[in-house]
């Protein structure tokens, strides 16, 4: 699976703290093997999300994501907190 960090996601990342980005790579590796593996909690979004979907890095931190139409695709949109929502 190829992902693609968009500029958003990009200039998002290099603002968490660094034991967050640490996580996140962690996270990353169990997304790339199974993207709906439950420590992840992926799930849909929904508003002005709709059609997109989050993963957790943790409690507070996620990655707003989608797939390409061939699912072998995935663009990484944005991460942050809650706020990113």
């Known amino acids: 699976m190829e992902i693609i960090y968009s500029p ?32 992840l909690k992926t799930h849909q979004l929904a508003g002005k999300l709709e059609g997109l979907l989050a993963f957790s890095i943790n409690q507070k931190y996620r990655i707003i994501f989608e797939f390409s139409p061939d699912q072998k695709t995935v663009y990484f949109h944005q991460t942050g907190d809650h706020d990113i929502y």
Do not use: W
């Not at 968490?16 to 990353?28: D, G, N, S, V």
């Open 8 to 39: 958003r996601f990009a200039k998002s990342y290099k603002k968490l703290p660094a034991r967050i980005k640490k996580i996140a790579e962690q996270k990353e590796a169990i997304f790339r093997n199974n993207p709906f593996d439950l420590r």
